[in-house]
């Protein structure tokens, strides 16, 4: 069975400092994995995505990830904080094939300070 | 083109009272999710739906809650009768077989059951 783990619920960064959400993953076949941002009052939105081209993600905003199969893992990284990045993240697998339900973490809250 | 969409975007009624929250997917989707988001349990899949078919009820709550999708472009979540644990943030969301599997969101449905 697929699953998610990120790691930290509150992550908090200083505005032009790197930004740096752990997640982790578990799928008995190649995943799909992607990260959502949600930002208040709103719904949630697809920052990026892998489908098993390349390890290295671009997705929005600045954003990237990537995945590091033997380390299971899939951190969202961004180079320099803005005070707008202040959202949550959700890190989501799916195996795909006969279901394409996600399997979402349980979100990192980021803030960023000025 | 538009996005998922939802309505009401906010409801509030009372204890006892019917609900029906209603979903719009984006036009070409033939998956639909509907989730709960409130703060002490997080995200989580209630029911989806895969050409217009219930696949996976496991997460609705329980019978007070029920899904339907009359055609590929509706889909309604009814709550009958509500109660005061049932408020919370209810989102739509719709994807597309054979493409990655991303999952778009509506705004979401901001339920207070007084």
Redesign the interface.
């Known amino acids: 069975a697929q699953s998610v783990t990120q790691l930290g619920s509150h992550v908090s960064v200083s505005e032009g400092a790197l930004v740096l959400l752990r997640c982790n993953y578990s799928s008995s076949v190649p995943p799909?994995l992607?990260w959502?941002v949600q930002y208040p009052n709103?719904?949630?939105?697809?920052l990026l995505?892998y489908?098993s081209a390349a390890t290295l993600v671009k997705g929005i905003n600045g954003f990237e990830a990537e995945f590091k199969k033997s380390e299971t893992s899939f951190h969202l990284t961004k180079p320099s904080a803005h005070m707008s990045d202040a959202a949550e993240y959700?890190c989501a697998v799916?195996r795909?094939g006969a279901?394409?339900?996600?399997i979402?973490g349980?979100?990192t809250l980021l803030a960023v300070q000025p | 083109d538009a996005g998922?969409i939802q309505s009401p975007r906010h409801e509030v009624t009372e204890m006892g009272q019917e609900v029906t929250l209603r979903c719009k997917p984006i036009s070409g989707h033939n998956?639909l999710?509907w989730y709960r988001q409130t703060m002490m349990r997080?995200?989580e899949?209630l029911i989806?739906f895969?050409n217009n078919v219930p696949?996976?009820d496991s997460g609705m709550p329980e019978d007070r809650f029920s899904a339907k999708m009359p055609n590929a472009s509706f889909s309604t979540l009814k709550i009958q009768p509500s109660e005061p644990r049932d408020s919370a943030v209810y989102?739509c969301?719709s994807?597309s077989?054979g493409a990655?599997?991303?999952?778009?969101?509506?705004?979401?449905t901001r339920l207070t059951v007084t």
């Open positions: 799909y992607f959502y709103q719904g949630l939105q697809l995505k489908t959700f799916s795909g279901t394409n339900k996600l979402f349980t979100g | 998922v998956s999710f997080g995200l899949l989806y895969n696949i996976d989102f969301a994807s077989d990655s599997y991303e999952q778009y969101f509506g705004p979401g």
